[in-house]
């Protein structure tokens, strides 16, 4: 209980602390003080109930139509305090969500904690996705309404006890086992009381909930992700015949939530069993409790009433937990895998043992005594020791799963796995993989990522389309180029990230296998049109083939093992003496 409340805390902080979060604080207090403005009207109502059945014992005909107008006064105040209330609560809602998600996503981007954190499980981290969109949404929602209605809570149960207590001016009087019992003021200990063993036996019955609903979120998720997954490889599942195999995939996923709903379903029926009861009863106990004093004489009926309204006041104000705890599972459930989120992705970031990287003055990149290893800590073939220069072009051949496209990865400053050092310029850097990334938006921002798309004129994005051979691509309106998008082939879409990287005019330009879509005559051509924009770049290209139209190139066999440490850089200058 006490890390769910450390966890509650620190995630509401992040809410009150992020952009419109110190408003969303303000709409809490007006909505605190609408809560303050119901308990009044309340404390009314259980003063209205006296006036009202007293004037019916006596049969006062305007005094009960008297009160009836009361009664309709009060009720149009209290719809005025509830619409206001809920209004401000969606106000108050979007503001500290928008804070934690900002607060998420700070933390998710920061650092590339992304990309370290998809290889990791961090005992049950899985679906960033829905940490992000699902629970910061849920625990904010559950927050702004336990949260207040418990504050309200605490301020009515003081009035309403005060009331119950200035009511309460007799005593229960009975005897047991010979010995006569009186008890004064017996309502006020009675609500607490009955109260106290409802809540502990509803915690008793209710305690897995919380589990339970976590995993449910989880295979939820999973579910979900492996829908994304099919769309987003439907040509792929299509051309595979694959529809079995992912409607066996669905099942499974489905069978997961389904066997977990039903754990689900079997707890809630167990707790169920005490609270529904509980629920249609806690209206009714205050009458049957209050009806000794009424049946010998010491109150009126519409003291009666009024006892036993005040009395309900208070044992619902006291049953705030039994008649909020499923709610309150939820706000558990997210706040715990909400929590685990935030720390899994702020470690993410922290320093790992890997290949040291050093920022360098000089013009030039090196690698010395490089070796890369899996996530696993399997070694992989050592890396030549090499020097770069800027403006030069590369080739890196090796045999598959020699670790090229880790090379790659590690000289980006992503790869965490291994030892060595890699001494990189202070230029810009891009690295553009096998497979290209097209984010969402019009063509503009598309092609212009990551940079915003007005940063760039539309002559100079024009210019590289048609650098690359896309420029029909220009003349496509949003609806047509979000139609084009899901048809371009693997060659299409490789010309197109070379186009974003003309844009972007890098110093150094790692090419991971960024043409092996393209035939060998349009390799050279794009290839050639990128060397020649790009005149002071360093191009490092990772290929199985030779690269064709950058003109001189040196060739460095990643895969051949040096003789001796000084023989490595001789071997690299001897094979790169051929002009490709």
Not at 110 to 117: E, F, R, T, V
Request: aromatic share 8%; net charge positive.
């Amino acid at each position: 209980m006490r890390a769910v409340l450390s966890q509650v805390i620190g995630l509401t902080r992040l809410c009150i602390s992020g952009p419109g979060g110190k408003v969303g604080a303000l709409y809490f207090l007006m909505i605190f003080g609408l809560g303050l403005a119901g308990v009044q009207v309340g404390v009314r109502l259980i003063a209205w109930t006296a006036d009202f059945y007293n004037a019916l014992q006596k049969l006062d005909v305007d005094g009960a139509l008297r009160q009836i107008a009361v009664f309709f006064g009060l009720i149009a105040i209290s719809v005025c305090i509830h619409l206001g209330s809920a209004y401000l609560r969606k106000m108050l809602q979007i503001r500290w969500r928008r804070a934690l998600t900002e607060a998420a996503l700070d933390r998710w981007l920061a650092g590339k904690a992304y990309w370290h954190m998809r290889e990791r499980t961090d005992h049950g981290l899985d679906n960033p996705d829905q940490r992000i969109a699902e629970d910061c949404r849920i625990f904010v929602e559950k927050l702004t309404i336990e949260g207040l209605e418990l504050a309200t809570n605490i301020v009515a149960l003081v009035t309403y006890v005060a009331i119950l207590w200035s009511l309460s001016t007799f005593a229960l009087s009975f005897s047991l086992f010979g010995y006569a019992i009186e008890i004064p003021r017996y309502m006020v200990w009675a609500a607490p009381l009955y109260v106290a063993i409802a809540t502990f036996i509803t915690h008793g019955l209710g305690r897995p909930l919380k589990a339970l609903t976590v995993e449910q979120q989880r295979r939820e998720a999973d579910f979900r992700f492996a829908l994304v997954r099919l769309r987003e490889h439907v040509e792929a599942v299509a051309l595979a015949d694959g529809e079995p195999a992912e409607r066996r995939l669905f099942r499974e996923r489905f069978g997961a939530i389904a066997g977990n709903w039903q754990k689900l379903a079997n707890r809630e029926l167990i707790l169920g069993f005490f609270t529904r009861p509980y629920f249609q009863t806690v209206l009714r106990i205050p009458l049957f409790l209050a009806l000794p004093a009424y049946l010998a004489g010491r109150v009126t009926f519409g003291g009666l009433m009024q006892i036993g309204s005040a009395f309900q006041n208070v044992v619902t104000t006291l049953s705030w937990f039994v008649f909020s705890y499923r709610d309150l599972t939820e706000l558990a459930a997210a706040a715990s895998r909400l929590s685990h989120f935030m720390r899994a992705a702020e470690g993410a970031t922290a320093p790992m043992a890997g290949p040291a990287l050093h920022r360098t003055s000089n013009a030039e990149m090196r690698l010395r005594d490089l070796v890369l290893k899996t996530p696993a800590g399997r070694r992989l073939p050592p890396v030549p020791d090499l020097k770069l220069e800027a403006g030069g072009s590369y080739w890196l051949a090796a045999p598959s799963g020699h670790g090229k496209s880790t090379l790659a990865k590690a000289i980006a400053g992503l790869w965490t796995h291994g030892e060595g050092w890699i001494e990189r310029p202070d230029g810009r850097i891009l690295v553009l993989p096998q497979q290209p990334y097209l984010p969402l938006g019009d063509l503009r921002a598309t092609l212009a990522y990551p940079q915003a798309p007005e940063a760039l004129d539309d002559e100079r994005l024009r210019a590289a389309l048609a650098t690359v051979g896309l420029e029909e691509l220009w003349s496509l309106d949003a609806e047509a180029w979000t139609d084009m998008r899901r048809g371009l082939s693997g060659g299409e879409r490789q010309r197109f990230a070379l186009a974003r990287a003309l844009l972007q005019a890098p110093d150094w330009l790692v090419l991971d296998e960024a043409t092996s879509a393209l035939d060998a005559q349009s390799e050279g051509q794009v290839l050639a049109a990128l060397r020649h924009a790009l005149p002071a770049s360093a191009l490092i290209l990772i290929a199985h083939r030779a690269p064709q139209g950058l003109g001189s190139l040196r060739m460095i066999e990643l895969a051949q093992p040096p003789s001796r440490p000084d023989a490595v850089h001789a071997t690299a200058v001897a094979q790169a003496e051929p002009i490709v």
